[in-house]
C-alpha cells in the first residue's frame, strides 16, 4: 500500500493491496484520471492521457482548446468553460457568471487520514492509511480546490474529498460541489443502483448504459427508501466472483447524486456527490467548503469481492461505537406489539414474559411522551406521558431493569407537530416557505436544524431524560422527508444551503449524543430504513433496515442492503403472522432465520403469540447468542438470490480464520416434481475437513465450493434452514 508522486513523468500512483489508481498531470497543470483498476507494478507513461493525439493540449493548441476540455479526462472537471460533460464544480462569481477553471498547485502525502469537520469520514491510523492532497488553484477566482484521496489497503477502497477556500475578495456562490469523479473508458458497462420505496428499500437494480446520462438521486432532504447514495458499473457477465465491479458510495445522509454519463467518444464520466439542485453555498472570502467523502471500490473479483470489501471497510474505519464487536442485546420493542395503545402495566407485562424467554432489552417505541395516543401530535414535547407511564419513566426503567432486563427509548427528535405545545411557542421553528402553509406528512413538520437554538433543544429533549434513568439503547427516528424549503433563520441569499445545512445539523446534534453517552447504544431509523447510508454509520453501529418484517420481504430488502453493509449493521426483529404489512404467513423459524442475519431481536406482543413460537423463542435467542460474533464479523458471501429463476434464497458467512461457516437457505416457494437443490459454498480452505452440525457429515472445503452441496427433504413454501460447518481438519 502506498502512495508515490514521479515528479519526472508528472504521475501520482496510489496502491491498495490489489487496486492502483494513477492521476497524471498535463503540461498546463489539468489534473488528468490515467487508471483506476487491478494493482500495477512499475509505471513507464501517462499515457491514457492521450496528449499527444488531437486536439492536444492547449499549451500546443490554444485554437482548439474545447475541443480539449470537452475530451480531457479530469480528475475533478470544473463547469462553464468547455468541458459540456457534468461538471462538478460549478462556480459564480459576484458579477452572476459561472466559471472556473483549476490547476495543479502543489501536493502533500501523509500518513494516517484527517478527519472532516462537520462531516462523518472514514479513519484509519498511520499504518492503515495514507493520505494525498492534491491542490489546485483558479488564479482568476483565487480559489483553491483541495482533492483528497486516501488509501485504505487491506480494504482495497480509496476515499475522496474535496475542500474549496477563497482567497480572493469576492464572495463566490458555489452551485455544485460534488466529491468524486472517474473518467474511463466504456467497457460495456452496467450500472448497478439500489432503489425502492417504503417497506421495499434497496433493491438491486442492473441496467446497461446508454449515451446520455443516467444514475439515480435524491432530493427528499434523505438520503431516502426510493433511491440509494451508491453507483458501481459493471462489465458485461459480471457475477459475484468474476468481472470488474467499480463501486461508489457517499458518506452522507441528504440529497445527493450518482450519475454515469456515456459521452460522444465512448467514455463513460461517473460522479456522485450532493445534488446540485436547490444546493447553493455562499463562500465569503477567507472562508471554506468542505464537500463530503466519496468511497470507491474496485473489486476484479465480481461483486462479492467488492461486498466483501465494503463489509471491512465500514466495520474498520467508519463505525466508531463501542459495540460494532460486542454483544448486542436481543431487544423486544413494542411498537408492532401495541402501536400508541400502551401503558406501563402492558410494557412490563411484555418485559416479564421476554426475560423468562431469554429476550436481553425492552424498547419503549413511539407513543410514550406529550398527548401522543396517535401519530398526529406531540413531536418535539419530550416528556413523559403519565396517563399511560403512570410512575414515571425512571421508575418504569427501574422496573424493568428490576425484572432483569436492559431498556431502550424511541425519540423522533427532528420533527415537530402543529398540535405540540412547541410549535404553539415557536411556529418560526418549522422548515417552511413564508407566506405558504407547509405540507405534512404523517401530520408533521420538520425542524429548522439549521438554527443553533433548535438544534440545542432537540439535543436537549434527548439528553435530559438519558440523563435521568440508566437507559442502554435509543432509536433516533425521522419519519418524513424534507420540503417546503425555507429557514426564518438564515439570510436570504443562503436559503439554498438549508437542505445541507439540515444534514450538518444532524451530525452535530448525533456527535453530542455520541459523546456525552459514550456507553448508549444508537440505532438509526428513518420510518423504516430511509437513512440507511454510511454517513448515519459513523454514529450508530446499527440501523433500522425496513418497516417491512416479513421474512419473505426482508430477503430481497436485506441482500440489497448486504450488497454494502455488514450485517451487524442492519436491523431486523422477528414479528408476528399474519405480518402487519402484507399479511403473509411465514413459519416462526423463518422469521428467526432471517433476522438472524441482522441484529436480531422482536418486534411482536410475546404475551399474545401462541404457546409454540412463544417456546421457539429461548432456542432463538441461543442460536443468536452462538452466531453473532461470526455473523458480525465474517465474509458474507451471497448464494443465491430469490427470483423467479430460482424459488429459493441462500447466503453465507464464514469465519475469517475459515474455521466456520454458517449458512441460511430459504425456500421461498416449493417446487412440484423437483429434487434436491445443489448449492455451492464458497469461501472455504479448500484443503480443510468441514463436519456438517447435527448430520456429523463431513466435506472438503473444495468439494463445498465446487461440487455442492444438496438441499433434501425441505417441504412446503417459506421454508429454512441454517447449516453450520466447522473445520475437523486443517
Ligand atoms: C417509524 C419506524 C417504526 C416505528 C414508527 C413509530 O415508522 O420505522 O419502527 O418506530 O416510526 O412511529
Request: hydrophobic share 35%; proline share 4%; aromatic share 10%.
Amino acid at each position: 500500500m502506498g502512495i508515490q508522486f514521479d515528479e519526472k513523468k508528472q504521475l501520482f500512483k496510489m496502491d491498495t493491496d490489489h487496486t492502483t489508481y494513477v492521476i497524471g498531470l498535463s503540461p498546463e497543470g489539468y489534473v488528468g484520471h490515467v487508471y483506476y483498476g487491478r494493482r500495477l507494478g512499475k509505471l513507464c507513461k501517462n499515457a491514457l492521457l492521450r496528449m499527444e493525439e488531437k486536439p492536444f493540449t492547449p499549451s500546443v493548441n490554444k485554437r482548439d482548446k474545447s475541443a480539449f476540455l470537452d475530451f480531457y479526462p479530469m480528475e475533478y472537471p470544473t463547469g462553464g468553460i468547455g468541458d459540456y460533460r457534468e461538471s462538478c464544480l460549478d462556480v459564480r462569481n459576484e458579477r452572476g457568471n459561472l466559471g472556473s477553471e483549476i490547476f495543479y498547485k502543489s501536493h502533500t502525502i501523509r500518513k494516517g487520514k484527517p478527519g472532516l469537520k462537520g462531516l462523518p469520514a472514514s479513519f484509519g491510523t498511520e499504518d492503515e492509511t495514507e493520505t494525498l492532497e492534491i491542490i489546485c488553484e483558479d488564479p482568476i477566482l483565487q480559489m483553491e480546490v483541495h482533492l483528497s484521496y486516501s488509501v485504505f489497503g487491506k480494504e482495497d477502497v480509496i476515499t475522496r474529498n474535496v475542500r474549496v477556500s477563497n482567497h480572493g475578495e469576492e464572495t463566490l456562490r458555489l452551485e455544485k460541489v460534488y466529491s468524486a469523479c472517474l473518467d474511463m473508458d466504456d467497457e460495456d458497462f452496467e450500472m448497478l443502483t439500489l432503489c425502492g420505496s417504503w417497506g421495499r428499500e434497496r433493491h438491486i437494480q442492473r441496467a446497461r448504459i446508454q449515451r446520455g446520462r443516467q444514475g439515480t438521486a435524491s432530493l427528499r432532504g434523505e438520503s431516502s427508501h426510493q433511491e440509494h447514495p451508491f453507483l458501481a458499473l459493471v462489465t458485461p457477465e459480471t457475477t459475484q466472483e468474476t468481472g470488474q465491479v467499480y463501486g461508489m458510495h457517499f458518506v452522507y445522509s441528504g440529497n445527493f447524486k450518482a450519475q454515469v454519463e456515456l459521452t460522444q467518444y465512448d467514455k463513460v464520466r461517473m460522479v456522485l456527490g450532493i445534488h446540485p439542485e436547490e444546493f447553493c453555498w455562499k463562500l465569503e472570502p477567507g472562508c471554506e467548503f468542505q464537500a463530503p467523502e466519496a468511497v470507491l471500490v474496485y473489486s476484479a473479483e465480481g461483486i462479492g469481492k467488492m461486498t466483501r470489501n465494503l463489509h471491512d471497510f465500514y466495520r474498520n474505519h467508519m463505525i466508531r461505537s463501542k459495540y460494532l464487536y460486542k454483544k448486542r442485546p436481543i431487544l423486544i420493542n413494542n411498537w408492532e406489539a401495541t402501536y400508541f395503545d400502551f401503558n406501563s402495566e402492558k410494557l412490563l407485562s411484555i418485559a416479564r414474559e421476554a426475560k423468562k424467554a431469554g429476550i436481553e432489552m425492552l424498547v419503549m417505541d413511539d407513543g410514550w411522551f406529550g398527548k401522543r395516543n396517535s401519530d398526529n401530535c406531540s413531536l418535539g414535547d419530550w416528556y413523559v406521558n403519565e396517563e399511560k407511564i403512570t410512575s414515571g419513566l425512571a421508575d418504569l426503567v427501574k422496573q424493568v431493569r428490576e425484572i432483569g432486563l436492559e431498556f431502550g427509548i424511541w425519540f423522533e427528535p427532528e420533527m415537530i407537530s402543529p398540535d405540540s405545545d412547541l410549535y404553539r411557542a415557536h411556529p418560526d421553528w418549522a422548515i417552511r416557505i413564508p407566506g405558504r402553509e407547509p405540507v405534512q406528512s404523517r401530520e408533521q413538520y420538520v425542524l429548522d436544524l439549521s438554527r443553533p437554538e433548535v438544534r440545542d433543544y432537540a439535543y436537549e429533549s434527548v439528553a435530559k431524560i438519558l440523563r435521568c434513568a440508566p437507559i442502554s439503547y435509543v432509536k433516533w427516528d425521522m419519519n418524513r422527508q424534507l420540503c417546503d424549503m425555507g429557514s426564518a433563520y438564515l439570510a436570504q441569499d443562503q436559503q439554498q444551503e438549508l437542505f445541507h445545512r439540515y444534514v450538518l445539523g444532524v451530525y452535530e446534534m448525533q456527535e453530542r449524543l455520541v459523546t456525552e453517552f459514550p456507553d448508549l447504544l444508537l440505532e438509526n431509523c428513518s420510518g423504516g430504513g430511509a437513512r440507511f447510508d454510511p454517513g448515519m454509520l459513523y454514529y450508530s453501529p446499527q440501523i433500522w433496515c425496513s418497516d417491512d418484517t416479513d421474512a419473505i420481504e426482508r430477503l430481497r430488502i436485506q441482500e440489497g442492503t448486504a450488497l454494502l453493509y455488514p450485517l451487524s449493521s442492519i436491523g431486523a426483529h422477528v414479528s408476528d403472522c399474519p405480518n402487519h404489512m402484507v399479511g403473509r404467513r411465514t413459519p416462526f423459524a423463518t422469521r428467526g432465520n432471517v433476522a438472524l442475519a441482522g441484529t436480531f431481536g422482536y418486534e411482536l406482543d410475546i404475551t399474545k403469540i401462541s404457546e409454540e413460537e412463544r417456546g421457539q423463542i429461548p432456542g432463538q435467542a441461543a442460536l443468536c447468542r452462538r452466531y453473532q460474533s461470526l455473523i458480525q464479523t465474517g465474509d458474507y458471501y451471497r448464494i443465491a438470490s430469490w427470483s423467479l429463476k430460482s424459488p429459493y434464497d441462500c447466503w453465507e458467512v464464514v469465519s475469517k480464520d475459515r474455521t466456520e461457516a454458517l449458512v441460511t437457505y430459504v425456500q421461498v416457494l416449493a417446487v412440484p416434481n423437483s429434487h434436491s437443490t445443489k448449492i455451492r459454498i464458497p469461501g472455504l480452505n479448500p484443503d480443510g475437513v468441514y463436519m456438517l452440525e447435527k448430520t456429523g457429515e463431513c466435506f472438503t472445503g473444495e468439494e463445498l465450493a465446487y461440487c455442492g452441496f444438496l438441499i433434501k427433504d425441505l417441504n412446503g413454501d417459506f421454508q429454512s434452514r441454517l447449516y453450520h460447518f466447522s473445520l475437523v481438519q486443517e
